[in-house]
């Protein structure tokens, strides 16, 4: 009190004024916010109230926070265009030019997004344009122009063939899919319209035209064809036209403003000046190719009462629904499996919950990359166990078992994804699992010698190791079934074999051992020892301290950490820009740590962490002939993919960026990868031929499936590679045709 | 809208300077602070789990302070802020070792964290627990020192 007598009366006025003022303003904001969670009745609710608030007449700087709000929300929850586009109706009608702003705000921020390539929000927007027709505030004419600015891009191209000077499919598939998917929205009112029709026939030819040969090599399951996204939506699109636009039940389209239609009726429509979208700059990125992915039919694994078929405009929207909520709410996996929940909620004749895992599971796996990473999704997942314990559960269940009896046409590229996913939801419910029914779905008798590398074999297995690695070997071995047992691998012990005095170099191991015991131990005393040494080559010297450093540092990753940490200068002195030197280093951790995947990979990538070895050591050392074998599993595609991981950030903090390309990639991280494509493509040239269902075959099958994962993790950086790729892959066409097709695929459908 | 990433209510009370200060630290830092761990939860199973959000630089393990055995905390720490920002949001409260762990930001390790601040030498919340945790030593400190009172009677 004593503070405010000291002011003048004005003061306090304003001090007042500016409280009600961020009262106001936050209250608007929440209510804004809170539009995104709510669905159905509670949403018209939310409306009104919003309505009523902002009907009252409001001050000139809340209009622009408003506007503001309104314009980012349709960014971040893109799925709830109709909810601010009847908010704007319901102003419309209380104040015609506050809606005027905001329209024009909005279209002005439409333009800005293609800028920014802010592509949610873009579709965000036109998708409340085109509601706010529905909502009369905006004129047909005006949405049908709109639209038809989006089709123009498309309606270039002429013929397939002639690609000069038009824009990149990507472009043209992400306009087509903004007024495909608007479709639904206004069909029923506009198909009277020749404009309507005349956009129509535009995607009808534009879909027609378009090259859709990414969907085989976008495919998770290569004998499932999963079908190009737009191609499938307008199937459906067009269907809905032949049906006379008849309105999908369970209000599919979310249609909030139908509530306020005696209240809309008196709003006045605003005329705008007709649109012109900008054109393609180059280097600009697009929203990339997708495929369908359905694992959910009518006739796998039971009936699922009321569920739509895979290809329906009912199946479809649902799809698009959920996948809008995940992108609103993937970083909050609580408040995401509320939505989701609150949304399956909304729909109890319909069994969304499968369409949610499905979703989920479909963009976790989701070719050439996900969006997101795997634990995002697996967080989710397991959000939605816990939340609805009589639902999701046995949904995800039957998911894996579908995706299990698919494994042996399963990508590789998606092969870890599926590993790390299922290893991390089990482990949250105490590692149970279809185990003996997959087990007995494997060829009996089960040797896991015979079918080596058979898909559900290394599935299993690799699953087991992870497994293992996030639980530890004595309980995953109470949990499995007693056939699976010989899956497991054996408890991951170090391995010192510098025990056995005959060995060459044990004269050696013996003294340093004894050295680095001594509490007075030090780096230089090491390094005299190793110098002095007799009767023993260098590389094998490398080897024996290599080994006596992880055998005493073989208590924990720590422990191993600290010896190295404590010897690096050594390490560095004997194998510094010395390849033959650092391999030596790696072939000692693996002669210890034979026994653990796991060790294999931390430390070798802690040695590439603290620049024992360069992450280039580790491509020539993982394509060398004595790792054949291990090509096969995952632990190698981890490594290199971390030592990769390293070396772009090591580059990325070393290098000026350049200022005109700044995806340009950095020449060192662009040599790498150019080896390992190299050496991959080599190491597959010179694979014998081999019959199907031979280990071999399936070792090919692998290796093959590695090269294309490698190629979709770094397609941005193989974008400034392209020609030296195709180079690689006329080079390798003749020994075996399938190495180049697949690069020549990567190349025509990814780059 | 409730944020994972934000900062929880907890402050350590050995921080080495102002509360704002410590704000700062705890909004810039890339370490975590994990906690309701067993005891018998090596860095290994961590570092495979934190390791799904990013890559770690280092665990450091919580120790008992006498008998320099792991008493059910550690530390981790990632290379960039925005992957340690998704073990809090992705990590957080998920199974490890059938227990849901606790991910909070950390100002950042400083030699002598390591050890439990109890009296007894591991965490100050297993001496005061008064249910039977068999992850984490069993009955609390204070609770199995009367259950099972001294029988030396010398």
């Known amino acids: ?751 | 809208m409730f944020a994972s990433v934000e900062l929880s209510s907890y402050r350590d009370q050995h921080f080495k300077g102002s509360r704002s200060e410590q704000e700062r630290s705890l909004r810039d830092s890339c370490t975590l602070y994990v906690g309701n761990l067993s005891f018998y939860t090596t860095e290994e199973q961590i570092h495979e789990l934190f390791s799904r959000c990013g890559d770690v630089r280092v665990i450091v393990m919580g120790l008992d302070k006498y008998k320099k055995t792991p008493c059910g905390f550690c530390f981790v720490e990632y290379y960039v802020r925005s992957e340690a920002e998704a073990a809090m949001r992705f990590v957080n409260g998920t199974r490890l070792d059938d227990r849901l762990i606790r991910v909070d930001w950390d100002a950042g390790f400083v030699e002598g964290r390591q050890y439990g601040r109890g009296k007894t030498g591991g965490q100050v919340r297993d001496e005061y627990r008064t249910d039977y945790d068999a992850g984490r030593g069993g009955y609390g400190k204070l609770l199995s020192q009367k259950i099972a009172p001294n029988t030396d009677n010398r």
């Not at chain 1, 314009?71 to 893109?78: A, H, K, R, S, T």
């Not at chain 1, 579709?123 to 909502?135: A, E, M, Q, S």
């Not at chain 1, 056939?483 to 991951?492: D, R, S």
């Not at chain 1, 004595?626 to 971390?642: A, C, F, G, N, V």
Request: proline share 5%; net charge neutral; with cysteine.
């Open chain 1, 1 to 751: 009190m004593g503070r405010r007598k000291r002011q003048d009366s004005s003061d306090g006025d304003e001090f007042r004024l500016k409280r009600t003022f961020q009262t106001m303003l936050s209250t608007v904001d929440q209510l804004m916010r809170e539009l995104t969670f709510a669905c159905g009745t509670l949403l018209e609710l939310k409306l009104v109230n919003l309505g009523n608030l902002l009907a009252k007449g409001v001050r000139v700087e809340l209009k622009e926070h408003i506007v503001s709000v309104l314009v980012i929300n349709l960014g971040n929850y893109p799925g709830q265009a109709s909810a601010y586009a009847t908010l704007v109706g319901l102003i419309n009608v209380a104040d015609f030019e506050f809606a005027s702003e905001c329209v024009f705000f909005m279209v002005q921020k439409m333009g800005e997004s293609v800028h920014t390539r802010d592509w949610n929000k873009c579709r965000g927007v036109v998708h409340c344009l085109v509601d706010l027709y529905n909502c009369r505030v905006i004129s047909s004419s005006y949405i049908l122009n709109l639209l038809a600015a989006f089709m123009k891009d498309c309606e270039a191209l002429k013929d397939p063939d002639d690609l000069v000077g038009i824009t990149p499919q990507v472009r043209r598939d992400f306009l087509a899919y903004c007024v495909l998917s608007a479709m639904p929205l206004i069909g029923r009112e506009l198909e009277l319209e020749a404009a309507f029709d005349k956009l129509m026939v535009s995607l009808q030819i534009y879909i027609k035209k378009r090259s859709a040969l990414h969907s085989t090599m976008l495919s998770v399951w290569r004998d499932f064809n999963q079908r190009d996204y737009l191609e499938v939506m307008w199937q459906q699109v067009d269907g809905m036209r032949q049906n006379h636009w008849a309105e999908p039940e369970h209000q599919l389209i979310p249609r909030p403003y139908k509530s306020f239609d005696e209240t809309l009726r008196h709003g006045k429509v605003h005329h705008l000046r007709n649109y012109c979208l900008s054109a393609h700059e180059e280097g600009c990125r697009y929203p990339a190719p997708r495929v369908c992915f359905r694992i959910f039919s009518c006739d796998s694994v039971g009936e699922i009462p009321n569920l739509p078929p895979p290809v329906s405009i009912e199946r479809h929207l649902l799809e698009a629904q959920i996948l809008d909520m995940l992108i609103s709410f993937h970083n909050e996996r609580k408040i995401c499996a509320d939505s989701l929940w609150m949304y399956a909620a909304s729909k109890p004749q319909l069994p969304v919950y499968y369409c949610i895992v499905e979703v989920i599971l479909g963009e976790m796996l989701r070719l050439p990359n996900a969006k997101w990473t795997t634990i995002t999704y697996g967080s989710l997942l397991v959000e939605l166990c816990k939340r609805q314990p009589d639902k999701i559960p046995q949904v995800v269940v039957q998911a894996l078992d579908i995706i299990y009896n698919r494994l042996n046409s399963m990508s590789v590229a998606c092969f870890d994804r599926l590993v790390n996913w299922v290893s991390h939801h089990i482990s949250n419910f105490g590692f149970n699992c279809q185990w003996s029914k997959w087990a007995h779905s494997l060829p009996s008798p089960i040797d896991p010698s015979a079918t080596n590398l058979q898909p559900k074999v290394v599935f299993l297995r690799e699953l087991l190791k992870k497994c293992c690695r996030l639980s530890y070997h004595q309980r995953i071995k109470e949990v499995v079934p007693d056939i699976l047992v010989n899956f497991l691998p054996p408890p991951g012990l170090p391995h010192f074999k510098f025990v056995d005095e005959t060995l060459p170099g044990a004269i050696l191991s013996k003294d340093l051992l004894e050295a680095m015991r001594c509490p007075r131990a030090s780096p230089k005393i090491i390094s005299e020892i190793i110098k002095s040494s007799t009767g023993i080559g260098p590389l094998l010297k490398i080897n024996v301290f290599t080994q006596n450093c992880l055998h005493l540092g073989s208590k924990s990753f720590s422990h191993t950490f600290a010896i190295l940490a404590k010897y690096q200068s050594v390490f560095k002195d004997l194998v510094k820009g010395d390849w033959d030197g650092q391999i030596a280093v790696l072939n000692g951790v693996f002669d210890v740590w034979v026994a653990s995947d796991h060790y294999k990979f931390v430390v070798a990538e802690k040695l590439v962490k603290v620049f024992i070895i360069e992450p280039i050591s580790i491509v020539t050392w993982i394509f060398g002939p004595s790792m054949r074998k291990e090509l096969t599993k995952m632990y190698i595609w981890e490594l290199l993919h971390s030592a990769v991981r390293h070396l772009k950030r090591v580059q990325h903090d070393v290098e000026v960026v350049d200022v005109d390309n700044p995806n340009a990639c950095d020449p060192v991280v662009k040599s790498v990868l150019y080896t390992v494509v190299e050496r991959l493509v080599k190491i597959l040239c010179s694979a014998p031929f081999a019959d199907e269902g031979t280990e071999e075959h399936y070792w090919f099958q692998w290796v093959l499936g590695r090269l294309e994962e490698t190629l979709f993790i770094y397609a941005d950086d193989f974008k400034v590679i392209k020609n030296k790729l195709m180079k690689i892959s006329e080079n390798s066409s003749d020994n075996r045709p399938e190495v180049s097709k697949t690069i020549a695929a990567f190349v025509a459908c990814v780059l």
